[in-house]
């Protein structure tokens, strides 16, 4: 669904970097830039050290976003949609900006793509020109979506061989939960394989690895109990709200 968005210059500093929730990073930009900015729950609970430019403008949100998914552990994207104003008490969530964009990308393949004196309405690329005529009908406005869908990462939620297995990342560090025993992993990262060791509780652990598949959609890989080399099946599909 996602295309890459390229590298642009910012041009405001901001405060010293910190860490920061996204959610209240993007609440607070929204509000400076008077755009409306959405994280999917692909990305709940996310944390990051905030970029150290912020746009207090409008035309700064798109170079923002580019170094803010950027410093996102396990990575996003981001995408533009162009959409009519939300009726008179509708407050959106994230989860419905992205499940329109999903329907438009199921009927019109890749949707939210920047290009330079393009505009894209409805999946479809439009001069500036007559897209702005179509904005000024429509009463169309910029939206913002972030999200790890099309992203390739291990984080996020996964329906695996022990249970929905939840995966978060810092650095090159990861951690995770699944409901067997109360699992816990700690791992590292390199490239597309996570090498971890795994521990329950009633005390049983052991080691294992995962490789990312091409897609970032599923993983495969194996765990061994106790000193045992990992020779044992454990997969899992990512698992989107």
Known sequence: ??????????????????????DSLLREVSQQATVRLFADSTLSGARLVAPRQ???AASQIEPWLTELVQAIPGGASWVKLWLPPAPRGKRWTGD?????????????????AVEEGKSEILATQLPDGPAQAVKDA?????????????????????SATFGELTLEIHGNRVTGTYPSSEGVLVGTLSGD????????????????????????ESFSGKWGSGDE?????????????
Do not use: C
């Open 1 to 22: 669904m996602l295309l890459p968005i390229p590298a642009i210059v910012l041009l405001q500093d901001q405060a010293p970097a910190t860490l920061r929730a996204l």
């Open 229 to 241: 080399e990992p020779n044992r099946d454990w997969t899992g599909k990512r698992v989107y709200p």
């Open 193 to 216: 394989r996570l090498t971890f060791t795994w521990t329950e509780h009633d005390s049983s652990s052991g080691r294992g690895w995962f490789v990312l598949s091409d897609d970032g």
């Open 138 to 158: 429509l009463k169309l406005q910029p939206v913002y979506l972030l999200t790890r869908r099309g992203t390739r990462t291990f984080a996020g939620k996964w």
């Open 96 to 112: 419905e900006v992205a499940k329109y964009a999903m329907g438009l990308a199921q009927l019109y393949g890749t949707v939210g």
């Open 54 to 56: 912020t746009a207090s």
